[in-house]
């Protein structure tokens, strides 16, 4: 079977560094997504990483240890509007299956 | 613009009715997926199609049902069987098996009354 985790909550000040982390078990795999989620809204699209190490798009970076079956988030420089919820998901065999979610909250 | 499109956006249910939700997608991708949302939650898999006239069980496919006529087309529908339906629904395709970057319809909020 499939099946991540991620904490719950996270909080931290405006223009901190926040990582959150993912592990993860999978009948096989293709690669580990992250993903935000404002109230109300459908989830977005944030990173992906199929192969082990340190992608960077912008003020996010996504990192994966395939051996460890570990990756995480880092969120840079934090903005007001990055409190939201943020979700890792696994494609395995067939399921797209999504961690519970962390709720970042950014405070001034 | 290519993209998916749920409908209806929110939506009333009574006691003992099915009702269904629409999931539309004109990016020619092979694979869908509906997930139903709790306030405050993560998304939890109901039904996954891989290809059409195909679909799975995801995890909590109890009270639900759905069909894969179409390519473009994955319907959920919430039946009477579902004792505690109210929640946020997500219909979501991908483009290929990696599972890289996962296409969300706008979500269809139910509501038993």
């Known amino acids: 079977g499939q099946s991540l985790e991620q904490p719950s909550e996270v909080t931290a000040v405006e223009g901190a560094i926040v990582q959150i982390n993912c592990t993860y078990q999978?009948?096989?795999?293709?690669?580990l997504s992250w993903y935000q989620q404002h109230d109300g809204g459908a989830p977005t699209f944030l990173s992906y990483?199929?192969?082990?190490g340190l992608e960077e798009t912008g003020r996010f970076s996504s990192f994966l240890s395939r051996s460890d079956s570990y990756g995480y988030l880092l969120l840079q420089e934090l903005q007001m509007k990055d409190s939201a919820s943020y979700f890792c998901?696994?494609?395995?065999?067939?399921?797209?299956?999504f961690g519970a979610g962390t709720q970042v909250v950014v405070t001034p | 613009d290519g993209g998916i499109t749920q409908s209806p956006k929110y939506l009333f249910r009574k006691e003992g009715q099915n009702v269904t939700l629409s999931c539309e997608q004109n990016?020619?991708?092979?694979?869908m997926y509906w997930y139903r949302q709790d306030p405050g939650q993560g998304l939890r898999l109901i039904y996954y199609?891989?290809?059409?006239?195909?679909?799975q069980k995801g995890d909590i496919a109890e009270g639900y049902s759905v069909s894969r006529e179409k390519k473009e087309s994955f319907p959920l529908t919430v039946t009477s069987a579902q004792k505690n339906p109210t929640a946020f629904y997500l219909c979501?395709?991908?483009?290929?098996?990696?599972?890289?970057?996962?296409?969300f319809g706008e979500g269809s909020w139910l509501t038993v009354v």
């Open positions: 998901a696994v494609k395995g065999w067939g399921k797209l299956q």
């Open positions: 999978t009948s096989g795999f293709y690669g």
């Open positions: 990483n199929a192969l082990d």
């Open positions: 990016l020619n991708h092979d694979a």
């Open positions: 199609s891989q290809i059409v006239n195909d679909f």
């Open positions: 979501a395709s991908i483009a290929d098996l990696s599972g890289n970057t996962i296409y």
